[in-house]
């Protein structure tokens, strides 16, 4: 119960403290638990202890009676020493595996990193705004913002797309996202209604960027922003039969000069992600506030 005051334990950590046999550990923790002082939870195959939050004595009480108890037991002072040793063992072992990737850790593999994670977590960052997603399909990325945002209006050309997308929504009891049936050029919003809009993966289907862009302005806010996820220009012919492209995505200064041209300001573009396997697709990202 001393050393397990401070810190979480393992059984083969307790072992290694306390310098005794783990039956003997377990049958100990075991009777713990049972009187409801400790508190265990397994992680594969190891199994951590801990001072149990709600136990049958008082926390204040319990850490007294702890403290008179371990005054008379002369091993208190060297278990200490060895739970000290034990937990710097531990975070040594971190940071020799750190150590190691460093240099190296964005192109090496590590459990549950990814950028769809990542996305994940930025999208929940998004204020209570309105967000027009142009050229949403189903809306996956509608449904995302909509956890935040005040409101998020789905915008597809697609009758089927909507339709999928709204039922999605309905199933997951999201009520403040709108689908709407509508082109890239003549999105169906009011002007100077929306703080943020978004082309993700969309704009290259516009029968033309320019209009659309210059359409994404007129419902934005003073202030909002455009944002546009797209493919980088690129040659891959077979994309228009494939996945019905219009345009073989956008180079950077391309679409800093069509934000240009419809009136944004501190305009901005670069490649973020680059695909591995051929064609080796890449996207860019660009910006502009009205």
């Known amino acids: 119960m001393n050393v397990l005051q ?31 002082l400790v508190h265990d939870r397994r992680v594969g195959k190891n199994i951590y202890y801990s001072w149990a939050a709600a136990g049958p004595i008082k926390e204040a009480e319990l850490r007294s009676i702890v403290r008179l108890a371990v005054a008379d037991l002369p091993e208190a002072a060297s278990d200490q020493s060895s739970l000290q040793y034990v937990i710097a063992k531990r975070k040594n072992r971190t940071r020799e595996y750190f150590n190691k990737l460093a240099g190296k850790f964005g192109r090496s593999y590590c459990p549950g990193r990814s950028w769809q994670a990542l996305a994940h977590l930025l999208l929940t960052m998004i204020p209570a705004i309105d967000v027009a997603d142009l050229g949403a399909g189903e809306g996956t990325l509608s449904q995302i913002l909509a956890k935040s945002a005040r409101k998020v209006i789905a915008i597809d050309i697609s009758e089927r797309m909507v339709e999928v997308g709204a039922q999605l929504a309905k ?22 209604s929306i703080d943020l809009a978004i082309f993700s993966q969309a704009l ?5 960027p320019q209009k659309a862009i210059a359409a ?17 220009a690129h040659g891959f012919e077979q994309a228009r039969e494939l996945y019905a492209d219009l345009w073989l995505g956008f180079s950077e200064v391309e679409l800093v000069r069509l934000l240009d041209q419809a009136g944004f300001r501190e ?17 860019v990202l660009a910006t502009g506030l009205k």
């Open 6 to 36: 401070s810190e979480e334990l393992s059984v083969a950590e307790i072992q290694e403290i306390l310098g005794m046999g783990q039956s003997r550990i377990s049958t100990h923790l075991g009777q713990l638990k049972r009187a409801g």
């Open 171 to 192: 199933e997951q009891g999201i009520t403040n996202l709108e689908y709407r049936i509508g082109e890239l050029e003549e999105p169906p919003i009011s002007d100077n």
């Open 204 to 208: 290259h289907h516009a029968n033309s």
């Open 216 to 232: 994404a302005r007129r419902i934005l806010r003073d202030g909002g922003r455009l944002v546009i996820l797209d493919l980088l």
């Open 267 to 283: 305009t901005d573009a670069q490649v973020v992600s680059k695909e591995p396997d051929s064609p080796h697709f890449q996207t």
